[in-house]
T-cell receptor, first 113, second 111 residues
Framework: ETGVTQSPTHLIKTRGQQVTLRCSSQSGHNTVSWYQQALGQGPQFIFQYYREEENGRGNFPPRFSGLQFPNYSSELNVNALELDDSALYLC????????????FGPGTRLLVL | GDSVTQMEGPVTLSEEAFLTINCTYTATGYPSLFWYVQYPGEGLQLLLKATKADDKGSNKGFEATYRKETTSFHLEKGSVQVSDSAVYFCALSDRDYKLSFGAGTTVTVRA
């Protein structure tokens, strides 16, 4: 069974640029959630995708957007990057949207200069 | 809204010592409770969970009991090892689509 994978592992961008992060869900899972983990803090929920539709969103501005594809992989897009967007971005998958247990990938560490 | 408060770290212990990390929560409903662990440079791994009051979650020698009367889910291990050095996160899911996490507790175990 393949776990959750994310790419890239590290990324450096400059303020104002746009970034796309990718996630492949665990085999058999159709739901993907994205979290932002700032240094020294707990993860904060960004949004969730279930069967290619957004299924809930946290307190993040619209410049954070996402997609889910028919194979249940997902992308997180962030436009107009700000310095405070520097963080570890975690993707988590679950068997379905009503399943509370989520399995996390290794994360993508984004640095905005 | 839902929130989790956990014991501030860092916590430094000697091998074979007893570990307790306190976690309390606030939720409007009847949440499921989780402990996740994050090893250096890695993502989060589910350590244990409990879905209703008085349930005890356990894994790898760690235990936590869901206490509704005190809204707590404290993590314990009777004899820690150097390999238990990590950041531990308490989290809840209140029957919706997201996990709400505490700020994390850094644990360092010295040989």
């Amino acid at each position: 069974e393949t776990g959750v994978t994310q790419s890239p592992t590290h990324l450096i961008k400059t303020r104002g640029q746009q970034v796309t992060l990718r996630c492949s869900s665990q085999s058999g899972h159709n739901t993907v959630s994205w979290y932002q983990q700032a240094l020294g803090q707990g993860p904060q929920f960004i949004f969730q995708y279930y069967r290619e539709e957004e299924n809930g969103r946290g307190n993040f501005p619209p410049r954070f957007s996402g997609l889910q594809f028919p194979n249940y992989s997902s992308e997180l897009n962030v436009n107009a990057l700000e310095l405070d967007d520097s963080a570890l971005y975690l993707c988590a998958s679950s068997f379905w949207a009503g399943e509370e247990t989520q399995y996390f990938g290794p994360g993508t560490r984004l640095l905005v200069l | 809204g839902d929130s989790v408060t956990q014991m501030e770290g860092p916590v430094t212990l000697s091998e074979e010592a007893f570990l307790t990390i306190n976690c309390t929560y606030t939720a409007t409903g009847y949440p499921s409770l989780f402990w996740y662990v994050q090893y250096p440079g890695e993502g989060l791994q589910l350590l244990l969970k409990a879905t209703k009051a008085d349930d005890k979650g356990s894994n790898k020698g760690f235990e936590a009991t869901y206490r509704k009367e005190t809204t707590s889910f404290h993590l314990e291990k009777g004899s820690v090892q150097v390999s238990d050095s990590a950041v531990y996160f308490c989290a809840l899911s209140d029957r919706d689509y997201k996990l709400s996490f505490g700020a994390g507790t850094t644990v360092t175990v010295r040989a």
